[in-house]
């Protein structure tokens, strides 16, 4: 029902259509119903607008922002249509950008559901990490002012419940029997000799948590490493907040940036902390993305199950990321580390969002056995401690094949085959289980952290020494990695054992590990050669 009594509601706003693709289900595990969300509270959203021009082939080399908005972003006439529609209707347009489609609202709650069609209410529910959360809802499809239908093709940010959780598994030093510190990895990974990360910046997104300089300047020194440049970014009015949960998000943030700094220590890294919401986490996207100088790589341990997602969410997502390939900017994301179920409930599938985004270099996750001083690998295998505690892969149900993985995925060989085979998960994987995780610090102790949340900054990094070596930014990297009739041996460790659940690792890619960990030198021979 409205939140506005009769006299704040506007003829105008009775020319409504519906937003294809916003239908929200309601929130899982609801503990308590506090009422409708007071109409007078003040609450921004983001809406997003349809291309000029659709970007169906990503370019081969990265084009500059102001080339994006000129062809891919919104049109004049699109935005200035909005701006005044929106204004129109009582809403105060904050910010507004062509190159990103974005237009910043900000309003009464009673207003924005007005304009928008939906009802809030204010509950308690489970959200992704288990934990209770309260926050605004809305269930089923929003509508939009009929001057802009097919205009308007998102409006995220009215439900602000948590939108994704953290990809990690932490245990205390103490009671593994088997880690590695990052620069270990590094050399374990063969990471190419020479490179640093000078002159590339790598971007890291959080949803939550902070970090404080002791802990870095400690960490760091302790390996015999300058510590790096390190900015925090707000966004949405997320801020860098460390102390708050040491065994939660402090630990995802803490292990992304000590991952990054440790592997490349000369990269510039700028930490973007945004809300844990739909709009926050696009929002953070695309501030990463479309920073100037463009980061190399942006790394992304955040991610829920696809079904989770609206559809117009996944949607924008996946342009945003798109749109950071087409600027040369290569998004690395966590698998998720749940197994082939990412911790659904209804006894199938799922893949992990925004990993199973196709403009993404999804990152699964290994365990692994390696000698710390040669670097010699003796074993590793698929990560899988259980069903709650194991990589995320398998193949998606809402994007299909790309046409650079076409002919590499074999969707028959990994049982069970699914039914309309979609893009497959993961690209790429790296050493995740915690039992042989990553020795870290966070909030003044020294712990081991696993998950494939580790994954995407170790990838994130690599991208980094390898752009260094080639003087160049990869973008959407898969088509270079991805070569019919090239062994992925050419450039990786093959993961063959093991499985995630309903799917079992095999040679070359399979939905567990994807072409397999790294061999850094290889890597960069392969690049030098492919380019």
């Keep these: 029902m409205s939140t506005e009594t009769p006299e704040e509601q506007r003829p105008e706003e009775t020319q409504s259509v519906p937003l294809a693709g916003s239908e929200r289900a309601p929130a899982p595990g609801v503990r308590d119903i506090h009422g409708p969300v007071d109409p007078s509270r003040r609450i921004e959203v983001t809406v997003i607008l349809r291309r000029q021009e659709e970007l169906t082939e990503l370019p081969t080399t990265p084009i500059s922002r102001d080339e994006l908005a000129s062809r891919y972003g919104a049109s004049a006439a699109d935005l200035d249509l909005a701006v005044l529609t929106f204004s129109g209707l009582g809403l105060d347009v904050i910010d507004s950008d062509a190159a990103s489609r974005r237009i910043r609202l900000a309003g009464t709650v009673g207003r924005l559901s007005s304009v928008f069609g939906t009802s809030l209410d204010e509950l308690t529910s489970r959200g992704p990490d288990g934990t209770a959360v309260t926050h605004r809802h809305r269930t089923g499809g929003l509508q939009v002012p009929a001057a802009l239908d097919g205009i308007v093709v998102a409006v995220l940010g009215l439900d602000d419940r948590p939108q994704a959780r953290a990809q990690f598994r932490i245990v205390p030093l103490a009671s593994t029997g088997t880690s590695y510190t990052p620069p270990q990895l590094g050399k374990i990974y063969n990471f190419p000799d020479g490179t640093d990360g000078s002159g590339q910046t790598v971007a890291i997104l959080e949803l939550g948590g902070g970090f404080g300089q002791q802990d870095l300047d400690t960490y760091f020194q302790g390996l015999g490493i300058s510590t790096p440049t390190v900015t925090a970014v707000g966004v949405d009015g997320g801020s860098n907040q460390p102390g708050q949960d040491p065994t939660g998000a402090d630990g995802e943030v803490l292990l992304d940036i000590e991952v990054v700094g440790a592997l490349a220590p000369k990269a510039n890294i700028v930490v973007y902390f945004a809300p844990n919401t739909d709009a926050g986490f696009l929002d953070a996207i695309v501030a990463a993305s479309h920073a100037s100088p463009a980061p190399t790589s942006i790394s992304i341990s955040w991610g829920q199950s696809e079904d989770a997602w609206t559809a117009q969410a996944r949607a924008s997502f996946d342009q945003a990321m798109a749109d950071a390939a087409a600027l040369g900017v290569t998004v690395t994301a966590a698998a998720g580390d749940n197994g082939s179920s990412d911790g659904a409930t209804d006894s199938k599938d799922h893949a992990d969002f925004p990993a199973s985004s196709p403009h993404v270099l999804a ?46 995925v074999g969707h028959a060989k990994h049982k069970p085959a699914p039914k309309q085979p979609g893009r497959g998960v993961p690209d790429v994987s790296g050493v995740a289980d915690p039992q042989t995780g990553y020795q870290v610090r966070v909030d003044g102790k020294d712990v081991v952290i696993g998950g494939t949340s580790a994954v995407a900054p170790l990838w994130a990094a690599l991208l980094a020494r390898l752009a260094q070596a080639t003087n160049r930014r990869f973008g959407l990297i898969q088509p270079l990695l991805y070569q019919k009739g090239i062994p992925s041996a050419s450039g990786f460790h093959d993961i063959t054992s ?27 021979a392969l690049l030098e050669a492919r380019s």
């Design 363 to 408: 990152c699964g996750g290994t365990r692994l056995q390696a000698d710390a001083a040669t670097g010699a690998i003796s074993a590793e295998t698929v990560w899988n401690d259980g069903p709650n505690s194991a990589t995320g892969g398998g193949y998606s149900d809402v994007f299909p094949v790309p046409s650079w993985q076409s002919g590499s």
């Design 498 to 524: 093991g499985s995630n659940g309903s799917y079992n690792a095999g040679t070359g890619w399979d939905p567990c590990t994807g072409l397999g960990s790294p061999d850094g030198k290889a890597l960069l």
